[in-house]
């Protein structure tokens, strides 16, 4: 059975930068593509991000693009996310997900493990 650990979370200021890391555990990492997701309160979760397997290829949802980063390594069976000029509107539980493919996908009922979620909060 996967298990995926979030850490790194936590409250910064508005412009400020957070790293969130996953590792994973009970699998073959590299074989999986692996994507963070958020839900603030009252919305539903969505992708922020997604990488395939190698990390040839990464996905960024539009209001992301250019100030988050998803990486991975994996000979650690971990991936990172980079958030650099937070802003308030990013303030959500962070979620990493992987799913049983090398393709990445965008979707939350495409992945197959989760994460516990880690809050990251925003002040203004």
């Known amino acids: 059975q996967v298990q995926l650990v979030e850490s790194g979370g936590g409250l910064v200021q508005a412009g400020g930068s957070l790293r969130v890391s996953c590792v994973a555990s009970g699998g073959t990492f590299s074989s999986y593509a692996m994507g963070w997701f958020r839900q603030a309160p009252g919305k539903e979760r969505e992708c922020v991000t997604a990488i395939n397997w190698s990390g040839s290829r990464t996905y960024y949802v539009d209001s992301v693009k250019g100030r988050f980063t998803i990486s991975r390594d994996n000979a650690k069976n971990t991936v990172f996310l980079q958030m650099n000029n937070l802003k308030p509107e990013d303030t959500a539980v962070y979620y990493c997900?992987?799913?049983?493919?090398?393709?990445?996908?965008?979707?939350?009922?495409?992945?197959?493990?989760w994460g516990q979620g880690t809050q990251v909060t925003v002040s203004s």
């Open positions: 997900a992987g799913r049983a493919g090398i393709l990445l996908r965008t979707l939350t009922h495409e992945y197959n493990f």
